[in-house]
């Protein structure tokens, strides 16, 4: 089953706004990831955010965590045409359990010039 | 610096007939190694990891199969394929457990 799920499933916004999507898991968890996949291609890791941290940064992308809420959020500022893909929140489970990512279902973003 | 390496990048294949799917990685070693499939507008479900040669989970039963001949080589077969396993093949690695994954390129497979 899938432990991430984002929020929206779809986002289209104007150039230059920005976009911000939601992620919520539903069990204690080491990390959080989020990847981006442009059409028809592999995913590419933008940023690992560890439970006890609660924000950070990369470039444009700002990632939020609250595990009160089990709840991340990724901000996307000043978007550009490029930005358009699929972004999928991915979760690693807290103690020894398993060895393996999960993922959500993405949230389809695109950025109209 | 590492890479991935995954092939064909499309694929289709009659029902009934085999499958192997290879994807290597290059400039680490000991990687763990996963492979993944994505229906059309999904998320990834997991299908096999590999946390060593020879050492293989399956999340999913179903008639896949994997294997790990090699340290830097994760192979995914099928001796009769399914309708249902047509889907976005990815593999990927990661240095160890819990850290970011690198993806392949993947293999979109439509059997038909």
């Known amino acids: 089953s899938q432990q991430g799920e984002e929020d929206p499933q779809a986002l289209s916004i104007q150039e230059g706004e920005n976009a911000t999507m939601n992620c919520s898991y539903k069990?204690?968890?080491?990390?959080l990831q989020w990847y981006r996949q442009n059409s028809g291609r592999g995913l590419v890791h933008l940023i690992l955010?560890?439970?006890?941290?609660r924000e950070k940064h990369s470039g444009r992308l700002r990632v939020t965590l609250d595990t009160s809420k089990k709840s991340s959020s990724l901000l996307i500022t000043a978007s550009r045409a490029a930005d358009t893909a699929s972004y999928f929140c991915?979760?690693?489970?807290?103690?020894?359990?398993?060895?393996?990512?999960?993922f959500g279902e993405g949230t389809q973003l695109t950025v109209n010039p | 610096s590492q890479t991935i390496h995954q092939w064909p990048a499309t694929l289709v294949q009659p029902v009934g007939s085999p499958l192997s799917l290879e994807c290597t990685v290059e400039?680490?070693?000991?990687?763990?190694l996963y492979w993944y499939r994505q229906a059309a507008g999904r998320g990834l479900q997991l299908l096999f990891y590999?946390?060593?040669?020879?050492?293989i989970s399956s999340e999913v039963p179903q008639n896949l199969s994997a294997s790990r001949p090699q340290d830097r080589q994760f192979i995914l077969s099928s001796k009769k394929l399914l309708l249902s396993d047509s889907g976005f093949y990815l593999c990927?690695?990661?240095?160890?457990?819990?850290?970011?994954?690198?993806f392949g390129s993947g293999t979109q497979l439509s059997v038909l």
């Open positions: 990927a690695w990661s240095a160890w457990k819990g850290e970011k994954l690198f």
């Open positions: 069990t204690s968890i080491n990390n």
């Open positions: 955010i560890r439970s006890n941290e």
């Open positions: 991915a979760t690693w489970p807290g103690g020894t359990s398993g060895s393996r990512l999960t």
């Open positions: 400039g680490t070693s000991n990687p763990n």
């Open positions: 590999s946390v060593g040669i020879g050492q």
